[in-house]
């Protein structure tokens, strides 16, 4: 599903008087805790809102640009949509029509606004609570017995993995403060208690059930930034394939070109940086043309392995087909034996940061796990149960409770954000 999504447009896209009547309430935006209480004016250069927060962010200048998840909308964000053009338009109907009170002539058509982040969030049952607390334990890299199953970098291109301790429970972290993307994964349960919906607040029973239903449910976010989908547009088949390899300059002005000439687009948003400009994309194109599902397994499917023995012979064999040439096969099992003799600090302290990762690539290749490049055990991937472990698909009785309250609560809920929208400044 997409949860939180960020989108921009240049201010042109708006009618004069409609965009001077948004500037006007443009120091009147609060940015709100998630209970409700104030924590400060938002500032033109944007703000960062919780993907939990029933508020959304919107900054006026140049561009308009608007920031909301489906909380806004339906109470909830367990489930949402799955495709970019829906999202964006509940988004927008919600905030111009229902908050704001504009006709839709009166802002831009959904398909034409750029995507400056999209968060991708699929969920997974994993039987109990118990059984969830467990893996983060294993991934997060805690102690237990003789074996530490947690590795210094998970991701495929060697972000760094981080643990936060917050309100919610632990949160792990891919990349965190990274300007491309970030993965996060959390207990969806304790999330739920510690950032309620509104429409749930003023009934603990209620909002105690529902948790305990997603008591099993750990959340896989993967929060994807324009400067990323910029940087790998060809990867991400959102380009032709002959841009592959132009300096940043020329690359940018032939998408820029493309998305004009070939895809139909009236206008292109794109950075001012001269150096590493970066070509933002129209909801259109994104959801003509990106595969989000391989966006996020990209993120995360490398979580979702168990261990099983693989022997020293097979191993070497495994090196030999992977490797470009015997020599490097060699290397790469000596360096493997070594990490298994000194462990992986000395044998990092041995080579060069660059040779490390090259062994690691081909160990990865072989069949190697990342845990067992911590001691040099001889481990390989596997395939999860399917029994164990499932994408969780949430009961729509337990959503309707939820989409109900918020519904019954929607004038409420809209006489709020109008508060904070309109709220004359003391």
Known sequence: MIDTLRLTVPGSYFDQPTLFWLQSLQSKILKTNYDGTFQRWCILSGIELPSWTEGFSLVVGNRVTIEASPKIYQGHNVDGPDDLMTAASNILHFIFGEVFGLTANLWPSPRLWFVARVDVTYSWDFGSFE???????????????????????????????????????????????????????????????????????????????????????????????????????????????????????????????????????????????????????????????????????????????????????????????????????????????????????????????????????????????DAALQDGAPLVKASLDPVKIREFRPDPVVLRVIEDAHKAMLPGVLDRLRAEVFKIAA
């Not at 893996?135 to 074996?147: C, I, L």
Request: glycine share 6%; hydrophobic share 40%.
């Open 131 to 369: 059984a969830l607390d467990v893996w983060m334990d294993t991934v997060s890299g805690v102690q237990r017995g003789r074996r530490r199953a947690g590795v210094e970098v998970r991701s495929e291109d060697d972000r760094d993995f981080s643990v936060d301790a917050v309100a919610s429970g632990r949160t792990l972290y891919i990349g965190k403060g990274s300007r491309y993307r970030v993965g996060k994964i959390y207990a969806k349960s304790r999330d739920l208690l510690a950032h309620p919906p509104r429409c749930l607040r003023d009934f603990p029973d209620t909002l105690k059930e529902v948790a305990r239903s997603l008591d099993p449910v750990g959340r896989f976010e993967s929060q994807v930034r324009a400067l990323y989908l910029s940087r790998n547009a060809v990867k991400l088949g959102l380009v032709p394939a002959a841009y592959a390899g132009l300096d940043p300059v020329a690359y940018a002005e032939s998408v820029k070109s493309y998305l004009v000439n070939e895809c139909k687009f009236p206008e292109t948003l794109h950075s001012t940086n001269k150096r590493q400009p970066i070509v933002y994309f129209p909801v259109q194109h994104l959801h003509n043309y990106l595969d989000l599902r391989s966006l996020w397994d990209s993120e995360f499917s490398h979580f979702f392995v168990k261990e099983s023995v693989m022997n020293d012979t097979n191993l070497i064999k495994e090196l030999f087909n992977v490797a470009p040439s015997a020599k490097q096969a060699q290397a790469a099992f000596n360096y493997l034996m070594l990490i298994r003799a000194q462990g992986l600090a000395y044998a990092k302290s041995t080579v060069a940061q660059r040779t490390h990762y090259h062994y690691r690539k081909l160990l990865l290749a072989a069949g190697l796990s």
